[in-house]
């Protein structure tokens, strides 16, 4: 029998698939909903600034959050980006094929 290393993750989890990145990107969007949610106070004092403050932080979570295969919309969307970027076009052209 041989002994097969399972993988092991580097990178410090609060838990599983929710590190310091997603922690500080959740935080990021709390701000902003904040200053979204003083921002509406200016001009309305309904319940629609609670939503303000609310969703930013959730959407945030949610783009950062991985899926089944352990990556998130925001790694999937890096990696479409570089793929846009990329050469897409063969430089040498083969006869006969």
Known sequence: MYLIPRNVKARFEFFPGFGWFELMSVVAGAITGLLLYFAAGLFTH?????????????LVYFVTRPGPDGQSL?????????????QKRY???TKGG
């Not at 309904?46 to 969703?55: E, N």
């Not at 925001?74 to 990329?86: D, E, H």
């Open 46 to 58: 309904s319940f629609f600034r609670a939503v303000l403050f609310i969703i930013p932080p959730g």
């Open 74 to 86: 925001y790694t999937l969307i890096r990696l479409w980006r570089g793929w846009i970027k990329s």
């Open 91 to 93: 430089l040498y052209i």
